[in-house]
C-alpha cells in the first residue's frame, strides 16, 4: 500500500519530509504517524493507512516532495521487524534481498574497512561525517582517530567547525519571506504608550480562584488586552482594515491573532469573533492554541483570517520593541514584561507594575492620531478593567 | 574475584569458543573455558584439520600413483601406502594443535576448566568435572560455543566402524574396496576424495539434484564432472530409506525421489555427511530461559541470547557452520562484552572445499543475484590461460567474479581451481573494503601466479580482460 502525501489545504503544492518516524522494516499500526511533513504555515504528520510494516521509503527526509506524491510503501498485515541482516533471501522480496551495498548511494561514499568500521562505530560517527584519506575518499582508522579527537579537544577551545550551515525550514523560510514583504509593503510606524497593571492585576489576584475553578482555565492578562483591542478596533475602525488594491476593506468581525512561539518557528493562530467571546472563552482558546502548538498540531485554518495580532515579547523579559505587520493587516499590538517603576501618582512617586505598550500600524491608512488614539484606548482600558464591562 | 568467578565464561573450545576466551582474556576480561572433551573442538580434532591432513597425504599418494608421469618423474609402479603411517602424520598434527590451544591459554591466562558445563543460571555455570568434581563458577557473561554435531539419518544407525559419520571416516584401518557417502556437501566430497584416492570405488547418494547447495551452480556442475574423472560416482536425487549392517558389509537402500524402483547398494562403509546440527545437549538452555529455534540458540544482532548475560556464537547460532565464521563471531563477542562495537561482516565469509581441484567462494552466487533482480556483470576466466597453472599442470577449473551492474562493486567470487581455498583470500578482502571489480584488476599481481586468474576475472567483469 503506497503512502501519498495528502491535501494539505488550498494553494499548497508541495511540502517538504521533516522526518520519518518508522524505519524501513518497522511494524506500524493503523493511523499509527509514519512520517512528518513541513509546509510554509504549518507541520503534519501522516499516519499510516493500514497496519503492516514499513516496506520502503522513497523520499528521504529533507526531501520536497509534491501533493500526491508516493513517498513509501507499506506492507499490509507483515509483521515487522524483517530489517534485520539475519532474514533468510528467498522470502523477501527483491529489492530487500539485494545486497544494500547495490544501491546507487553507496557507490557515493565508498564503505570503509572493517577496522574504519568499527571505529566509526565506537566513536558514534557515520562514514560521511569524516574526511576519509583511504583509495576513494574511504574512512580509515587513522582517520577516525584524527576527525574523533576533535570534540574532545573542543573544552580547551571551540575546535569544532568555526560555523555550520542547515537548510532553512520551509516554516522559517516563509516567515523570512513574509516579514521582509510587510516591510517592504507598509508604510510602518510605531507609537509607544506604557500601561499600570495595578488594577488588572488586583482583580485577577482578587478573582484567579474563583475563575479557575468556574472556568477550568487559568485567568491570563491576554484577554484582557484583547478585549480592550476589540474596544479599540471598534472605535478606530482604520486598524481593523486592509488595502484591497485602490480600496480599503474595512471588517467589522474581530479576529485576533495570538502570537505563540514554538520549538519551529512564531505561529500566529487566530482566535475568532473576540468581540463575541467572554475573558474565559479567549483564555480557553488561547490555552488549547498553546497545547497544540506545543504538539505541532496546529492546522492552516486555525492560522488564516486575522484581522489584528497581538504579540506578547514581555514572556521572553523584552522591555520594548517595534513588531512587524502581519500583512494584510494594519495593525499589531506589542505586549511587553511588567516591570515597576517609580511612577508620579499625583504628587507623589510610587513604584508601579508598568508595562510598555507598541503598536506598529500601516501608516498608508491609519493616521496618526488613530493610532495614538488606539493605543490611550487600550492602556485606559487596561488601567481601569470597569471601561471593558460598562463598554466605554 | 574468587577463584570461580569470571568476567567471562565461555562454554566450549572449538574455533569459536577458544577465540572468544583468548580475546576476552587480551581484552583484559578474568576468561575461564570450560571443555569436556579435548581443546580445539570438531575442527581440530575430528574435522577441519585432520581432514585436511589426509586430503594432502592422499592426494601425493595420488600423484604418485598416476600423475607425476607427465613431469618426467617416473616411479616404476613402485608407490605403496602405508595407512598407518598416513594416520599418525594426522594425529601429530591433531596433537601439536591441541597443544598449541593449551599454550595460548597458558599465555593469555585463560582458565581451562575440564568438564562438561550445565547453566545453572544467569550468572552461573555448573561444570561436572572430568576429575569427578562439580564446581560451580560464576560469570558476568556467559557465551555459549558448543558447536555442532553430525545429523543421523532415520534408519542408518551409526557404529563408526562401518557406518560411520566424519569422524569414524577420518580414522578407517583399512581402504574400503567400497564406500557408500550419503550426501554430497562438503565434508562428504572432502572425505570420499581420501578414500577414493587410496582406492575406494566411493558412490555418493545424494537427496538434491545437485551437489553442494549453495555453492554457485555453473561451479557445482564443474566441480562434479572434474570429480567424476577421478571416479567418483554420483547418483543424484535418490534418497536412502535405510542401512544394514551384516557379515558381508553394508546393505544400503536407495530409492529416487521423484519415485521408481529401489535399489541396494552394497558397501563396506557407508559415510553418513548430510549436514550437521547445533549441539547443546545438557547444557540446560531451556531451565535457564534461554530461546532456541529448530535447536538453534536465538540471537539479537549482538550474539545477546533471551537471557541478557548469556551469549552465544557459532555453530549453535545462525548462519553458516564454518570454523572461521565462528573465530570471527568469537572476536565479536568479548569485544562486545568488553565494551567495544564487535561486529561481523556476513556478507564475506568465504566458503572452501578442500578437494582436488578446490573450490572456493565469497558473497553472493549468480543465482542468487538473478533472484534478487540484481543487474550484474560476470567476468570468468578460465585456469587454462594461466601460464603457471599450465606449468603445475593445474589447468582445471576457473574464476568468476560477479559485480554489480550499477556501481561495479563486487557481489561474490567463485573459484574452481588449485588454491582456490588461498586465492578467494584477496577477493574477500577486497569485499571488505567495498571494492569494484576495477578495483581488483587494477591491483598489481605478480606473475606467472594462479591469482592472476582472478584479476583477469575482475578486469573481464569490469571491462575486459587482457589475456583472454
Known amino acids: ?392 | 574475584m574468587s577463584e570461580s568467578e569470571f568476567d567471562v565464561v565461555v562454554i566450549g573450545a572449538g574455533p569459536g569458543g577458544y577465540v572468544a576466551a583468548i580475546k576476552a582474556a587480551q581484552l583484559g576480561l578474568k576468561t575461564a573455558c570450560v571443555e569436556k572433551a579435548a581443546l580445539g573442538g570438531c575442527c581440530l580434532n575430528v574435522g577441519c584439520i585432520p581432514s585436511k591432513a589426509l586430503l594432502h597425504s592422499s592426494h601425493l599418494f595420488a600423484e604418485a600413483t598416476h600423475g607425476l608421469d607427465k613431469f618426467g618423474v617416473k616411479l616404476g609402479g613402485k608407490v605403496a601406502l602405508d595407512l598407518p603411517a598416513m594416520m599418525a602424520h594426522k594425529d601429530q598434527v591433531v596433537g601439536a594443535s591441541v597443544k598449541g590451544i593449551e599454550f595460548l591459554f597458558r599465555k593469555n591466562k585463560v582458565a581451562h576448566v575440564k568438564g562438561a558445563a550445565t547453566i545453572a543460571g544467569p550468572n552461573a555455570v555448573k561444570v561436572a568435572g572430568a576429575d569427578g568434581k562439580a564446581v560451580e563458577l560464576k560469570a558476568k557473561a556467559i557465551v555459549v560455543a558448543t558447536g555442532s554435531e553430525s545429523t543421523p539419518l532415520p534408519g542408518v544407525e551409526i557404529d563408526e566402524k562401518r557406518i560411520v559419520t566424519s569422524t569414524g571416516a577420518l580414522a578407517l584401518a583399512e581402504v574400503p574396496k567400497k564406500m557408500v557417502l550419503i550426501g554430497a556437501g562438503v565434508i562428504g566430497l572432502e572425505l570420499g576424495s581420501v578414500w577414493r584416492r587410496l582406492g575406494a570405488e566411493v558412490e555418493v547418494v545424494e537427496f538434491l539434484d545437485r551437489i553442494c547447495p549453495g555453492m554457485d551452480a555453473e561451479v557445482a556442475k564443474n566441480f562434479q564432472r572434474l570429480l567424476e574423472k577421478q571416479g567418483l560416482k554420483f547418483r543424484l536425487g535418490a534418497k536412502v530409506t535405510g542401512a544394514k549392517s551384516g557379515k558381508s558389509g553394508v546393505a544400503v537402500m536407495v530409492e529416487p525421489v521423484k519415485g521408481g524402483a529401489a535399489e541396494t547398494l552394497q558397501a563396506d562403509v557407508v559415510l553418513v555427511a548430510i549436514g550437521r546440527r547445533p549441539y547443546t545437549e545438557g547444557l540446560g538452555l531451556e531451565a535457564a530461559g534461554v530461546k532456541t529455534e529448530k535447536g538453534r540458540v536465538v540471537i539479537d544482532e549482538h550474539f545477546r541470547s533471551s537471557v541478557p548475560s548469556i551469549f552465544a556464537i557459532g555453530d549453535v547460532v545462525r548462519g553458516a557452520m564454518l570454523a572461521h565464521k565462528a573465530e570471527d563471531e568469537g572476536v565479536a563477542v568479548a569485544e562486545i562484552i568488553a565494551g567495544q562495537k564487535g561486529h561481523v561482516n556476513y556478507d564475506a565469509i568465504p566458503g572452501v572445499v578442500y578437494t582436488a581441484p578446490e573450490v572456493a567462494w565469497v558473497g553472493k552466487t549468480e543465482d542468487e543475484l538473478k533472484a534478487a533482480g540484481v543487474p550484474c556483470r560476470v567476468g570468468k576466466v578460465a585456469f587454462m590461460g594461466n601460464g603457471r597453472a599450465r606449468a603445475a599442470g593445474a589447468t582445471d577449473g576457473f574464476c568468476k567474479v560477479i559485480a554489480d551492474a550499477k556501481t561495479d562493486r563486487i557481489l561474490g567470487v567463485h573459484i574452481l581451481g588449485a588454491e582456490a581455498g588461498t586465492m578467494i583470500a584477496e577477493a574477500v578482502v577486497a569485499m571488505e573494503f567495498g571494492g569494484s571489480a576495477e578495483d581488483l584488476g587494477r591491483v598489481c599481481h605478480a606473475h606467472p601466479s594462479l591469482n592472476e586468474t582472478v584479476k583477469e576475472a575482475a578486469l573481464a567483469a569490469w571491462s575486459q580482460a587482457i589475456h583472454a
Open chain 1, 1 to 392: 500500500m503506497d503512502i501519498k502525501i495528502p491535501s494539505l489545504g488550498e494553494s499548497i503544492t508541495e511540502a517538504t519530509i521533516s522526518k520519518w518516524f518508522k524505519k524501513e522494516g518497522d511494524a506500524v499500526a493503523q493511523d499509527e504517524p509514519v512520517l512528518e511533513l513541513e509546509t510554509d504555515k504549518v507541520t503534519v504528520e501522516v499516519p499510516a493507512a493500514a497496519a503492516g510494516r514499513l516496506d520502503r521509503i522513497l523520499a528521504a527526509a529533507g526531501s520536497t516532495v509534491k501533493i500526491g506524491e508516493v513517498v513509501g510503501a507499506i506492507a499490509a498485515g507483515a509483521a515487522g521487524g524483517t530489517a534485520s541482516p539475519i532474514r533468510s533471501a528467498p522470502s523477501a522480496p527483491p529489492k530487500a534481498a539485494a545486497p544494500a551495498t547495490a544501491s546507487p548511494a553507496a557507490a557515493a561514499a565508498p564503505m570503509p574497512g572493517p577496522a574504519g568500521r568499527k571505529a566509526l562505530a565506537e566513536a558514534g560517527l557515520s562514514a560521511s561525517q569524516v574526511q576519509g584519506s583511504g583509495k576513494d575518499g574511504r574512512v580509515t582508522k587513522a582517520d577516525v582517530a584524527a576527525g574523533g579527537a576533535a570534540p574532545a579537544k573542543a573544552a580547551a577551545r571551540a575546535a569544532g567547525p568555526r560555523e555550520t550551515r542547515s537548510k532553512m525550514s520551509r516554516l522559517r523560510q516563509r516567515i523570512a519571506e513574509r516579514l521582509k514583504a510587510a516591510q517592504n509593503t507598509a508604510a510602518m510606524l510605531t507609537t509607544f504608550n506604557e500601561v499600570d497593571m495595578g488594577n488588572v492585576m488586583r482583580l485577577r489576584d482578587r478573582y484567579k480562584d474563583n475563575f479557575e475553578k468556574r472556568h477550568g482555565v487559568r485567568m491570563g492578562f491576554m484577554s484582557f488586552f484583547v478585549k480592550a483591542c476589540v474596544q479599540a478596533l471598534k472605535e478606530i475602525p482604520a486598524v481593523n482594515a486592509e488595502i484591497d488594491g485602490d480600496e480599503i476593506v474595512y471588517k467589522n468581525f474581530y479576529n485576533i491573532g495570538v502570537a505563540v512561539g514554538t520549538a519551529q518557528g512564531l505561529v500566529v493562530p487566530v482566535l475568532r469573533d473576540c468581540d463575541e467571546l467572554s475573558l474565559a472563552g479567549i483564555e480557553k482558546a488561547i490555552n488549547e492554541y498553546g497545547k497544540r502548538a506545543r504538539d505541532g498540531k496546529i492546522g492552516l485554518e486555525d492560522l488564516s483570517g486575522g484581522t489584528f495580532t497581538i504579540s506578547n515579547g514581555g514572556v521572553y523579559g523584552s522591555l520594548n520593541s517595534t513588531p512587524i505587520l502581519n500583512p494584510p493587516q494594519s495593525g499589531i499590538l506589542g505586549m511587553h514584561k511588567i516591570q515597576p517603576r517609580p511612577m508620579a501618582v499625583g504628587d507623589k512617586v510610587e513604584i508601579r507594575p508598568m508595562m510598555y505598550l507598541a503598536l506598529s500600524y500601516d501608516h498608508r491608512i491609519v493616521d496618526g492620531r488613530e493610532a495614538v488614539t488606539f493605543l490611550v484606548r487600550v492602556k485606559e482600558c487596561i488601567e481601569d478593567p470597569e471601561r471593558l464591562l460598562l463598554d466605554v
